[in-house]
C-alpha cells in the first residue's frame, strides 16, 4: 500500500480563487508545509528500519524546504506556482514509498531540481536493478509514458525508447522545449520497472523539474 500521488492535477479551487500569485504563493507554500505531515505520518505507518526511516523523513523534509522556494523565488505565474506545487507532491510521495533499487534522472547533470536552457533539453535515466533482477522504462499511465506538467508545451522524444529489460538503464532522451521562455518551469515524471524472468516485480517513479534559465 503506497501513498496517492495527485497525477500532476493542479489545485484549482485555489488557483481560481487566488487574487494574485504573491497571495498564491502564501497560500501553496503553506499547503506543501501542512501535507507533508501526511507523507510522515505515512513513514511511521511502514514501522521502517531506523536508518531507512531517517532517510525517508529528511528526504521529505529537504522536498519541502526546496520546492517552497522554488515557488518563492522563481515560480512567476499561478499556474508556475502550480506546476512547482504538485512537483513537490509527486516528490514526497515517491520519497515516501522508497526506492528499492538504483534510479536517477539527470538534467545538465543535475537531479531533482535542474536547470537548462530552452531547446532541445537533453534527460538521462539511469537505472540498475538489485542482483538477479533488471530494469526498464515503464508507462506512468497506459496511454502515457510519462507524466509532464509544464508552464509552456513541451514534448520528450519517444523513439529510441526500448522495451527491453536489461542489466543497466542508461538511457538520453530529448525533450522539445523550444516554445519555452526563460522563467518557465517544466515537471515531468519518469517510470522504472524492476524485472525478473519477464515479470514486473517493482515500479518505481522519480520527479525531475526544471527551471529555464
Given at each position: 500500500?503506497?501513498?496517492?500521488d495527485?497525477?500532476?492535477?493542479?489545485?484549482?479551487?485555489y488557483?481560481?480563487?487566488?487574487?494574485?500569485?504573491?497571495?498564491y504563493?502564501?497560500?501553496?507554500?503553506?499547503?506543501?508545509?501542512?501535507i507533508?505531515?501526511?507523507?510522515?505520518?505515512?513513514?511511521?505507518?511502514?514501522?521502517l528500519p531506523?536508518e531507512?526511516?531517517?532517510?525517508r523523513?529528511?528526504?521529505?523534509?529537504?522536498?519541502?524546504e526546496?520546492?517552497?522556494?522554488?515557488?518563492?523565488?522563481?515560480a512567476?505565474?499561478?499556474?508556475?506556482?502550480?506546476?512547482?506545487?504538485?512537483d513537490?507532491?509527486?516528490?514526497?510521495?515517491?520519497?515516501?514509498?522508497?526506492?528499492?533499487?538504483q534510479?536517477?534522472?539527470?538534467?545538465?547533470?543535475?537531479?531533482?531540481?535542474?536547470?537548462?536552457?530552452?531547446?532541445?533539453?537533453?534527460?538521462?535515466?539511469?537505472a540498475?536493478?538489485?542482483?538477479?533482477f533488471?530494469?526498464?522504462?515503464g508507462?506512468?499511465?497506459?496511454d502515457?509514458?510519462?507524466?509532464?506538467?509544464s508552464?509552456?508545451?513541451?514534448?520528450?522524444?519517444?523513439?529510441?525508447?526500448?522495451?527491453?529489460?536489461?542489466?543497466?538503464?542508461?538511457?538520453?532522451l530529448?525533450?522539445?522545449?523550444?516554445k519555452c521562455?526563460?522563467?518557465?518551469?517544466?515537471?515531468?515524471t519518469?517510470v522504472?520497472?524492476?524485472t525478473?524472468?519477464?515479470?514486473?516485480y517493482?515500479r518505481?517513479?522519480m520527479?525531475?523539474i526544471?527551471?529555464m534559465?
Amino acid at each position: 500500500m503506497l501513498p496517492m500521488d495527485n497525477d500532476g492535477a493542479p489545485h484549482d479551487e485555489y488557483s481560481e480563487r487566488a487574487t494574485s500569485v504573491e497571495d498564491y504563493k502564501v497560500t501553496c507554500i503553506q499547503f506543501i508545509k501542512d501535507i507533508s505531515g501526511d507523507y510522515l505520518a505515512w513513514v511511521d505507518y511502514y514501522k521502517l528500519p531506523e536508518e531507512e526511516d531517517k532517510k525517508r523523513r529528511s528526504q521529505i523534509h529537504a522536498i519541502v524546504e526546496r520546492t517552497n522556494e522554488w515557488m518563492a523565488k522563481i515560480a512567476t505565474t499561478i499556474k508556475g506556482v502550480d506546476v512547482v506545487m504538485n512537483d513537490g507532491i509527486q516528490k514526497m510521495a515517491e520519497n515516501t514509498a522508497g526506492y528499492p533499487f538504483q534510479i536517477g534522472v539527470f538534467v545538465n547533470n543535475m537531479s531533482g531540481y535542474t536547470l537548462a536552457k530552452p531547446g532541445i533539453v537533453d534527460i538521462n535515466i539511469k537505472a540498475v536493478g538489485r542482483q538477479g533482477f533488471k530494469v526498464k522504462l515503464g508507462w506512468h499511465q497506459k496511454d502515457k509514458r510519462f507524466l509532464i506538467s509544464s508552464t509552456s508545451p513541451v514534448e520528450i522524444d519517444e523513439s529510441n525508447i526500448s522495451d527491453t529489460d536489461s542489466d543497466l538503464l542508461d538511457l538520453h532522451l530529448k525533450m522539445d522545449a523550444q516554445k519555452c521562455q526563460l522563467r518557465d518551469v517544466i515537471s515531468f515524471t519518469v517510470v522504472v520497472i524492476e524485472t525478473k524472468d519477464g515479470q514486473e516485480y517493482e515500479r518505481r517513479g522519480m520527479t525531475t523539474i526544471i527551471h529555464m534559465g
